[in-house]
C-alpha cells in the first residue's frame, strides 16, 4: 500500500511506494533509445495486457477491452496510488503521514503506435483533451479526492517509459502544494486589484507581443516572463475559466489546433528532445473562481535540474523566453519544417536555430553554473 | 549582464543568463562518459585557465594562480549571477525583475585529478569543508548579499560538466524560496513547541534507529522520513547550530571523517551513481537562530523528475527510507566494498543490493508513476 508522508518542516507530501521496492524486476534501466518493434501494451490487439478501461471513444458495435477504439482510457498497471481505503491520516511522533490513496490513469491517444500527440489528427487530439475532461468530471464525484492532475511525459529524461503516445492522469486526497501556492499568488492579486492575474498576463504579453508563440481566437501561447526552462510555453484559454472541467467540446476542438501548432514547433525547434505538459488547473472542491485560471505549462527538458536548483528552488534559464518565442514562432507547422531563420533574426540573435538544435536531453542546466 | 525575474503568481525567482544563449559554442551536449584524458583547467599547472583564485590552501612559499596548492577557490568562468553593480530592482508591468548580482565560485578540491570527493584523505576533506567556511564568511560582509547557497554535482545527471572533484558557492542578493520555505516551518514549530524541529528530528530517529545511516559523535546521518528520491541521505551536526560558517577547525575534522564514509556508502550503494549534496544553512543576514539547524542534503539522481512532480511538488519514491537506511548501513567503509546482505536482512526484505545496483542514472523516477 503506497503512504503519504509530509516532510515535518516544509510541509511537502511525497508518496513512497514500498510496493514498487519489492518488485525488483521493475527496476529495469530505461531504454536509452526508442524500442521500435518491442510489444507495446497499448497498441490495439493488446488491450488484455492493461487494466480494464474506465473510458473509451469506440465504434458503437464494439466491446470494452477488444480492438475498435480511437481512445483508452485505463488504471495503471503500476499506481503511485491506490484507489481503495481510507486515508487514515495519522501522525507518528513529530511525522505525518497517510495512506496513498488515489487515482493513476492512463491516456491512450491512439490504437496506432505513434510517438507523439502531434502524430494525431486533429479530430483524435480533440478527443484526447474532451477525455481529460470526462475522467476529471468523473473523478471530482469521489469526496475522498480533492485534485487532479493531468500530465505528459514524452521522451525517457522527461520521465517516460513507454513510446507510444499517452497522457497520465493522478488525482490525490490533498491539492498539491504546486497548485496550493498558484492559488494563493493568484487570490492576493485579486483581493488587490480585483481581477485575474492570468487574464492580466495574457492582456500584457499581448501588448508587448514579444514573447507570443501564438494568437488564436481562443487560446494564446506564449513563453512565460519567468520561463525555468529553455523554450518553456504556456497555454492559456483567453475566455477566463478556473476549471479545465468545465471545457466543451468546441473548446476542445479550437484547443487541439493550438496545442497541435505549439507542441509541433516545440518539437521541431528543439528536434523532438523530451518535454513534460501539465495541465494547472482549480481543485476539485472549489467553486468557479475568480481568481484562477486554468492553463497547460509545457517544459522541454533539455536541461536537468543541479544541486543550485535542488537546494534553493532558483532556476538558470540560459535562453531568455524572447529569443524562445522568436524561434517558436518562426517554425511553420503547416509546413512541419521549420523555416530558415530570417536574415534579420539572425543577425539579431546572433546565431540561427541550428544553434538551439544542439541542445540535446543530455545536456545539463549548469551551462550556467558550470565550473 | 544576468537577470533576475520573478514568476508574477507564485513568486518564484529565476535567473535568465542571457550572455549564455549568445554564445552557442557553450550549449554543447554533454558527454555521456567521464572524459579521461581530456584537458581539465582543474588541475595542478593549468591555474592559467581559471579565474584568479580568491582563496587557496598552499605551500606558503608558493605564489597565487600556480602550482604548490592542496584547494583553490576561484570564480565561475561562466557565472550565473555576476558579482559587480547594485540590484537595480524594478517592476515591468505586472512583473518584477531586478539585475543578476551576486557571486559563483568553484571550490578546487584536489590538485590532482580526482573523480570523488571520497578520494580525498581526510585531511583534503577538512580543508574543503574549512573552505565553505572562510568563503561564506568574506561573501557575507557584501551587503547585497543575503545567501550562500554550497552544492556539489557529480555526474552528468546531476549537471556536472566537468569529472575533477569541485563543489561550488552560489551567493544570491534574495534568500531562496526552499530556504524561506524551511525557516518558516522551522519557526513554526519553535513558537508552537518551544523547540528546534531538526533537534527533534535527531531525537526521534536516533530513538527509532530504522532510519539512521551514520551515528557518530558530533553528526548524525539518515534517511529523512518523507525522502524525495531512493537513498535520499542527510547529515545534521548533533550539536544546535543555525549557520554553517560558525563551523570550527576540530568540527570540520569530524564532519570529513562522517562524510567521508556517508558518501562512500552512497557511492557503493548506486555504484557511483550521479548525486547532488546542498548545505542548508540559515541566511547571513540572521543572527544565530535557536529554531534553525544547518545540515548537508544527498540527494541521488537514480530517477528523472517527470510531468507529475513539475505540475504538483509531490514526489514518488519507490524505495522507502527504511530500506534504504538498511542497505547504506551495511556498506563497510572502512574496506570501501559492499558487504553481502546477511541472511535475515535479505530475507526481510525479499531482495539484496544488487537489485538496487540495477537502478541507474537513466532509470527514470517512473517507475511508480510507469504507464
Known sequence: MPEMRKD?????????????????????????????????????????????EVYAVREHSSVADTPGWSLRVVPNKFPALQVEGQLDSRGDGIYDLMRGIGAHEVIIESPRHVLNSTDLNRKEMANVYWAYRERLCDLKCD?????????????????????????????????????????????RHFNARGRCIYCDMIRQELQIGSRIVYDGPDYIAFCPFASRMPFETWILPKHHWSHYEEIDRPATESL????????????????????????????????????????????????????????????????????AASFLREVDTERLRPQTATKSEAGKNGKNRADYQNMRPCFRNDTATRA
Not at 20 to 37: I, L, M, T, V, W
Not at 160 to 180: F, K, M
Not at 269 to 278: E, G, K, T, W
Request: aromatic share 10%; proline share 8%; net charge neutral.
Open 8 to 52: 515535518p518542516v516544509i510541509g511537502r507530501w511525497v508518496i513512497v511506494a514500498k510496493s514498487r521496492a519489492n518488485r525488483p524486476h521493475d527496476f529495469e534501466a530505461a531504454p536509452s533509445r526508442r524500442k521500435g518493434k518491442a510489444f507495446c501494451p497499448f497498441c490495439v490487439g493488446n488491450e488484455s495486457h492493461t487494466p480494464e
Open 256 to 323: 487541439a489546433v493550438v496545442a497541435h501548432s505549439v507542441l509541433s514547433k516545440v518539437e521541431t525547434v528543439l528536434d523532438r528532445s523530451a518535454y513534460n505538459y501539465m495541465i494547472h488547473t482549480a481543485p476539485f472542491k472549489q467553486p468557479t473562481l475568480g481568481y484562477y485560471h486554468w492553463h497547460i505549462e509545457i517544459v522541454p527538458r533539455i536541461t536537468n535540474v543541479a544541486g543550485f536548483e535542488w537546494g534553493t528552488g532558483f532556476y538558470i534559464n540560459p535562453v531568455p523566453p524572447e529569443e
Open 143 to 187: 469526496s475522498r479526492l480533492s485534485y487532479g492532475m493531468i500530465f505528459k511525459n514524452v521522451g525517457v529524461a522527461a520521465g517516460a517509459s513507454l513510446e507510444h503516445a499517452h497522457s497520465q492522469l493522478i488525482a490525490t486526497s490533498l491539492v498539491p502544494v504546486v497548485v496550493a501556492d498558484e492559488m494563493e499568488g493568484a487570490k
